[in-house]
């Protein structure tokens, strides 16, 4: 059903198009003209601008070939942009199946293993005249620097009733149905400066009072289902002078959305309580860039996969990501999204790999959910 090789050259096409995060300009032209020579209808909204990246979003409708109301319209997702290094990647077979970089570079399966995919999940059903419905292709920007892409959009693009992101490390069959929200913090503790050796006890050390104030903090793995990070810490100045002036910048995370407020609200009170211990003050500023989203095993989406995973003789294994992805904002959209494993390994460094065999499942895979679809739900 899927052809490897075609699967393969195109794969190695898209990962030689630099598309390091913010410089997706290139990489939007290939697919707009991918998805175009396919069919699909092709739109881009307006993210670049708002985000300051070098494309928006793509939104890539491929029309139904059968429009029987009991089958659902999905939506897949993947992500167009790439971690650094990303530059003149040099895609290498390696006897074992495996496709590598020549190891200066990442690889870029993280994510267009996923849209390579698409690609030939699309030709299989042309092809072999296999009936769909409505089916959404949409592929972001900026995912890789926070989901600046998928946070960006207007939900107005959004027609599908069940997503699935094409996004996910582990072994196909794996289904992420639950992945924490996450929030940034922004933390300025105020001191007052004096001189260290003369008069130390006229100043107010912002150092200390924000040592006191992470000392108070429960930080790494609060439970099961939450964490909190400090990711730097910055407080500069002459050695002969008591510091005025601390910044924090932190994170929290939970599957679950009451936790993460929790959390947050706990971070804020050890840094007002050590801030008012000192006589002095401290600003405190979260943002939940996304929401947490959890699906049980029962939920149509992650029922959907599991069925189409047994067609093909996999074993499906649901599971909670400690990390967002672009799932987390679909759902947040009132679109039950799951995250696919693809496969990919050691993503992020130079060592990045894909088995050529998990391409071609995972192609297989979209096929399988696409045809499961039309029995209903």
């Known amino acids: 059903m899927v052809e490897q090789n075609r699967l393969v050259q195109e794969f190695i096409s ?10 997706e300009t290139e990489i939007s032209k290939v697919l707009t003209q991918k998805f175009s020579e396919l069919g699909l209808k092709v739109e881009e909204d307006d993210s670049a601008s ?25 939506l897949f997702t993947s992500h167009m942009d790439t971690v ?6 040099k895609p290498q077979i ?8 020549d190891g200066t570079t990442i690889l870029g399966s993280d994510d267009k293993a996923g849209i390579a995919v698409m690609f030939e999940a699309i030709r299989i059903l042309k092809e072999q005249n296999i009936p769909h419905g409505q089916i959404q292709f949409i592929i972001t920007v900026g995912e890789e620097v926070g989901l600046k892409g998928s946070r960006s959009m207007d939900p107005k693009w959004i027609t599908a009733q069940y997503g699935f992101a094409l996004d996910s490390n582990g072994s196909i069959g794996d289904i992420a149905t639950a992945a924490p929200g996450r929030a940034e913090i922004a ?14 006890e006229d100043g107010i050390s912002a150092i200390q009072v924000a040592s006191k104030a992470v000392s108070k903090m429960t930080l790494g793995r609060i439970d099961s ?8 810490f910055s407080g500069i100045g002459p050695l002969n002078v008591v510091c005025d002036k601390v910044t924090l910048e932190a ?15 706990s971070m804020r ?8 211990e000192a006589g002095t003050t401290c600003e405190f500023n979260s943002e939940i860039v996304y929401v947490s989203y959890m699906h049980d095993d029962s939920s149509p989406v992650v029922q959907l996969a599991s069925r189409a995973m047994k067609t093909m003789g996999l074993t499906s294994r649901t599971f909670h990501s400690g990390g967002g992805s672009d799932a987390n904002i679909f759902n947040g959209l009132g679109v039950p999204t799951v995250n696919l494993a693809v496969g990919y390994n050691e993503i992020h460094t130079t060592k990045e790999n894909i088995a050529i065999s998990d391409l071609v499942k995972t192609a297989e895979l979209v096929v399988a959910i696409i045809k499961e679809s039309t029995k209903g739900l």
């Open 187 to 200: 933390i300025t503790f105020q001191g007052k400066s004096a001189h260290a050796g003369v008069n130390p």
């Open 14 to 23: 898209l990962v030689q198009v630099d598309s390091e995060s913010k410089f």
């Open 50 to 74: 708002k985000i300051g990246h070098g494309a928006g979003n793509l939104i890539c409708t491929l029309d139904a070939t059968d429009n029987s109301s009991f089958i659902p319209e999905l």
């Open 269 to 276: 009170q050890a840094c007002e309580t050590a801030a008012k």
């Open 94 to 101: 390696g006897d074992d199946g495996y496709i590598r970089s």
């Open 84 to 89: 650094a290094p990303g530059k003149a990647i």
């Open 251 to 265: 994170e929290a995370r939970s599957i679950v959305q009451p936790k993460l407020e929790k959390q947050i609200e």
């Open 225 to 232: 289902e939450t964490t909190a990070n400090i990711g730097s």
